[in-house]
């Protein structure tokens, strides 16, 4: 599961649609508050310049009811140390080729390219829930998921330090940890 916190959509209105309705009801003064009128050059997909998630791991014995379809829940010691230094490996430019959904071999997603750059990648802790926060340019399809349950496989001890660079050299997608399920 993947839930957005805040997005921009974009939504072509004409205005012979719009003023009508507008003028009819009483929301004007609502809508300036959460709508913001923009020219037709403006896309939200295209002209973003970075795009963040966060993966939220509880560490808990019982997940508390009100986020539990929100966090992935793990019962065991992670090594957050060693979970950090992995996760500086990805900060850059690399080819994301192991990181991206099984099956999608050579063919790349929209760009032509796997190539991606993660600008900050964060392992934080807060209290019982320990946060994945990955910003970048732009995502292959699962990339962030794949990251995410990597790091967490070296955190567990099921993986070796060194994963992350051996994915990155060789594009090899074996080589990655489980996606858990969000």
């Known amino acids: 599961r993947v839930f957005e916190s805040s997005s921009f959509p974009r939504i072509n209105v004409p205005d012979l649609l719009i003023k009508p309705f507008l003028a009819r009801t009483n929301v004007t ?33 019982v997940v508390p009811p009100f986020i539990r379809l929100y966090v992935h829940h793990v019962q065991v010691p992670l090594d957050l140390s060693l979970m950090r230094r992995e996760a500086a490996r990805l900060r850059g430019r690399h080819d ?17 390219t796997m190539t ?25 399809h699962t990339m962030v998921r794949s990251i995410a349950g990597t790091l ?31």
Do not use: C, N
């Open 96 to 112: 994301f080729r192991a990181f991206a959904r099984h099956g999608l071999g050579l063919r790349a997603q929209g760009s032509g």
């Open 29 to 61: 003064d609502a809508l300036k508050q959460v709508v913001k009128v923009v020219g037709a050059d403006v896309h939200a997909r295209f002209q973003t310049v970075s795009k963040r998630y966060r993966y939220r791991i509880f560490l808990g014995d």
């Open 152 to 182: 967490l496989d070296v955190g567990r001890g099921r993986l070796p330090e060194g994963t992350i660079r051996r994915m990155l050299r060789s594009g090899d997608r074996r080589l990655a940890g489980s996606r858990p399920e969000w």
């Open 116 to 140: 991606r750059t993660i600008q900050e990648i964060e392992v934080k802790r807060q209290g019982q829930e320990l946060q994945i926060e990955v910003e970048g340019t732009g995502f292959l």
